[in-house]
């Protein structure tokens, strides 16, 4: 190496600088030459600058070696995913990815729904920053079908400060406590009834931030105003929703542990949309099973003011963990004889106990303590869990004719059981139990068959 080679040069040369007047008085005569020996004066003038050059030279490997340093990106491959990031950190560009193969049964059916094996989730997110601005871009590849392809998240950044943060493009509205919670983070292979009034994804631009050392967070933001469920990717009208929340953790920074895990919170949205028979701007409501329970009648559509409520709460202490979500919907509807104002309401409360002792949180999902391993005698950690929830429906949809009692239930309501197996932060195994029973929705009126969907999930994540 060409530092090392450097300082033990410099050790010689010290070492001749001390030596050389012995070396000169122990020789008796000296050579014969056509030029004077030099004085001991010159050799150690000659050695100096010798040393000099040797100094300067080591100087100039040093600047070459940091010049290098600062000019190579760093690659880290590790259980959170892919990512090159800059030598001055400035600038960073990520590969991650979330794999969900699920199973799907159905008893008390009669035979009618379809138990299968499917692709549920698969999902590459590429993510990148460059200085303050970045931006995020993730692709749906898996569901029932190809038709289910499509873009999930696409959005750019800029980041003024931790308190005001800029977004914009297409990703979740902020709406809907378990709607904003992550896919990877999602304690069960589907999601409650509280999702059901919310979008999944919609168009706009929203600011954001954190204030009071994170205790409080807010976004508020103009949308296109996607109906409830849906994907959206195009306006439909010339119409926007404002969507606004703040959600306040008033304990995360005090001395009371038992209660830095409390938060609570509000979201809303307001806006107007006026639909037609063709493009109604009106959700379907499923239940935990993916089955739709509920749809208006043909030549049903959105007519005017639409207004969300969404308090929304969680508590985690440890290894225990609660979500309750509550929506509320108020949309004016019309159809060839009729226009009313509806309001929907759906309700999600969700609880966790991890067993095996490890922490639960809102973000993150369970880290097991140790990985499972045959060879070394561990299980990884296992989370309890059970939720209950509805979706009701305006009655005066039914007395309006605005939709069929005998083909859809004025309210759902359902209960879960299920465990979950991490056998490490990159994978776990979900096991679930959902119950529902309707009011109305078969013919003349009846009550629609008892919904039994038992549903397994393999997640993948990176």
Not at 101 to 129: W, Y
Not at 157 to 184: C, H, I, M, T, W
Not at 282 to 290: A, M, N, R, V
Not at 359 to 377: E, H, I, M, Q, T
């Amino acid at each position: 190496m060409r530092i090392s080679h450097t300082a033990l040069s410099l050790g010689a040369l010290a070492a001749a600088i001390v030596f050389t007047p012995a070396i000169a008085s122990a020789q008796e005569a000296p050579a014969a030459t056509d030029t004077p020996p030099l004085t001991q004066d010159e050799r150690i003038a000659r050695l100096e600058q010798e040393l000099d050059t040797l100094k300067r030279q080591r100087e100039l490997d040093q600047e070459i070696a940091t010049s290098t340093a600062t000019k190579t990106p760093v690659a880290t491959l590790d259980k959170k995913g892919l990512t090159f990031t800059s030598a001055d950190g400035k600038y960073a560009f990520a590969l991650n990815a979330q794999v969900n193969v699920d199973i799907h049964s159905f008893s008390n059916d009669g035979g009618a729904l379809r138990d299968e094996v499917v692709d549920r989730l698969i999902r590459p997110t590429f993510t990148g920053k460059a200085g303050n601005a970045s931006f995020r871009f993730t692709p749906e590849l898996g569901g029932s079908s190809s038709a289910a392809a499509s873009i999930v998240d696409a959005y750019v950044e800029y980041k003024f400060s931790d308190a005001v943060q800029f977004r914009g493009g297409k990703f979740k509205s902020p709406l809907g406590l378990e709607r904003l919670q992550s896919d990877a983070d999602v304690i069960w292979t589907e999601r409650g009834h509280s999702t059901n009034l919310v979008p999944n994804r919609d168009v706009g631009y929203q600011v954001f931030g954190t204030l009071f050392d994170n205790a409080v967070e807010y976004q508020v933001g103009l949308f296109n105003g996607a109906a409830d469920g849906v994907n959206l990717n195009n306006d439909l009208d010339n119409q926007k929703d404002v969507v606004y929340r703040v959600f306040a953790q008033p304990f995360l920074n005090s001395s009371v542990v038992f209660l830095q895990g409390f938060g609570i919170g509000y979201a809303g949205s307001d806006g107007k949309h006026l639909g037609n028979a063709t493009d109604t701007q009106l959700g379907s409501y499923k239940t935990p099973g993916q089955q739709t329970f509920f749809k208006y009648g043909t030549g049903v559509y959105s007519n005017g003011k639409e207004t969300r409520s969404n308090p929304q709460a969680w508590f985690y202490v440890n290894n225990f963990g609660v979500l309750a979500d509550y929506v509320t919907v108020k949309q004016d509807v019309a159809s060839a004889s009729a226009t009313a104002e509806l309001e929907n309401k759906a309700l999600d409360v969700s609880a966790s106990w991890v067993i095996t002792g490890e922490n639960v949180n809102y973000k993150g999902g369970v880290k097991p303590a140790k990985d499972f391993s045959l060879k070394n005698g561990t299980w990884g950690a296992f989370e309890l869990t059970a939720r209950y929830g509805y979706t009701e429906i305006d009655p005066d949809t039914f007395t309006g004719g605005f939709a069929s009692a005998s083909s859809a239930a004025q309210k759902a309501t359902s209960t879960g059981f299920g465990i979950g197996w991490y056998w490490s932060e990159n994978l776990k195994l979900l096991a679930d139990y959902d119950s529902t029973e309707f009011d109305g929705g078969a013919a003349a009126g009846a009550d629609r068959r008892k919904e039994a969907f038992t549903s397994g999930r393999i997640q993948f994540r990176y």
